[in-house]
């Protein structure tokens, strides 16, 4: 079935330690998101990619990063995690084509905790 | 700034309730309106609202969009406990890339 795949489901980190989430897709669609969600809290955009177009949100910190390397995967790197950014990590797809109202299909998230 | 505002933002009802869940928005740029259910995992699509005064329908549930009065509505009747989870209103812009802003979710909770 095709499906969007994230993977750890469960990732645990200590403080300052870079950590890095990935999704795949089998989707092919044209767009990946990533998004944080905070407990009891709407998912929150961090970036997303159009193709290979990169677009970070304005509040979005630095210490998160993105990459893209081909239609089917997309990495979440977090350069120096804080205590502050446990959450789960959602990863999305939509198809993205101009002209179209198109849904995001979510993955099973990665719950990342910061010791 | 864009907002969703989903009301209430939490609900207890009993087994074979009927509730009914809000979601106001104040954007630029409407493009459509989705309903996700979340569980303890991540969001599962609902529905897609584009056009207003019509209404989408899944077993117990619907929803409806009034883009002049710029909210949606979601109704699940005769509830069960399967339905208790958080329900999001996401509201998509204009433009390719189909980005969604959400409400906070509204958690039900249906008791048997």
């Known amino acids: 079935d095709a499906m969007v795949i994230q993977n750890p489901r469960y990732q645990v980190t200590q403080f300052g330690k870079p950590v890095t989430l990935s999704c795949s897709q089998t989707l092919n669609h044209n767009v990946m998101y990533w998004y944080q969600q905070k407990s009891s809290q709407a998912p929150k955009l961090l970036f997303h990619y159009y193709d290979k177009d990169f677009n970070n949100e304005a509040d979005t910190p630095d210490n998160f990063q993105s990459r893209r390397p081909n239609t089917s995967f997309c990495f979440l790197d977090i350069r120096s995690p804080g205590l502050g950014d446990a959450a789960m990590y959602l990863c999305?797809?939509?198809?993205?084509?101009?002209?179209?109202?198109?849904?995001?299909?979510f993955g099973p998230g990665t719950r990342l905790t910061v010791l | 700034e864009d907002k969703v505002v989903q009301s209430p933002l939490s609900l207890v009802v009993h087994e074979g309730d009927t509730v009914t869940l809000n979601c106001s928005y104040e954007?630029?740029?409407?493009?459509?309106l989705l309903w996700y259910k979340q569980e303890k995992k991540a969001p599962t699509f609902l529905f897609m609202l584009?056009?207003?005064?019509i209404e989408k329908k899944s077993g117990r549930l619907s929803s409806i969009l009034d883009k002049k009065e710029l909210f949606s509505i979601l109704n699940i009747t005769a509830t069960q406990t399967g339905d208790s989870a958080i329900y999001l209103c996401a509201v998509v812009l204009t433009g390719a890339n189909s980005k969604l802003t959400f409400g906070k979710g509204i958690t039900l909770s249906v008791r048997p």
């Open positions: 584009t056009s207003s005064g």
């Open positions: 954007v630029t740029n409407f493009r459509s």
């Open positions: 999305a797809t939509s198809r993205g084509l101009t002209g179209f109202t198109n849904e995001q299909f």
